[in-house]
């Protein structure tokens, strides 16, 4: 499956951004999707991940209460609604796939990811 993330951006904090990530290639519902972030000269992180059915998500503590994470299998796309955005999540945000049809919080577990899109958060 080929992932193709979009809608990042410049923000100022407090902002917030809308992530898609279209799937092509592959059956898109029977997969697990999550979102992770990697900032400069740091390690990728767990974001928010969601079921292949959109029943089950999880989400990072950091992000919770700020973050949505959903799908449309209808169009093959997955969706993160980042709102309050800070100026730490400064960072290329990338979709990713999950054979096993869960999305876990654990980034080795993905299988397909997507190229990531660059959000900015000015203070």
């Known amino acids: 499956v080929q992932l193709q993330a979009s809608g990042g951006g410049l923000v100022q904090a407090g902002g917030s951004l809308r992530l898609s990530c279209a799937a092509s290639?592959?059956?898109?519902?029977?997969?697990?999707m999550g979102w992770l972030r990697q900032a400069p000269g740091k390690e990728r992180e767990f974001v928010a991940a969601?079921?292949?059915?959109?029943?089950?998500?999880m989400y990072a503590d950091s992000v919770k209460g700020r973050f949505t994470i959903s799908r449309d299998n209808a169009k093959n796309t997955v969706y993160l609604q980042m709102n309050s955005l800070k100026p730490e999540e400064t960072a290329v945000y990338y979709c990713?796939?999950?054979?096993?049809?869960?999305?876990?919080?654990?980034?080795?577990?993905?299988?397909?990811w997507g190229q990531g899109t660059q959000v900015t958060v000015s203070s």
């Open positions: 990713a796939a999950d054979q096993r049809g869960y999305g876990s919080s654990r980034y080795r577990e993905y299988n397909y």
């Open positions: 969601i079921s292949r059915s959109g029943g089950s998500t």
């Open positions: 290639g592959g059956t898109f519902s029977t997969y697990g």
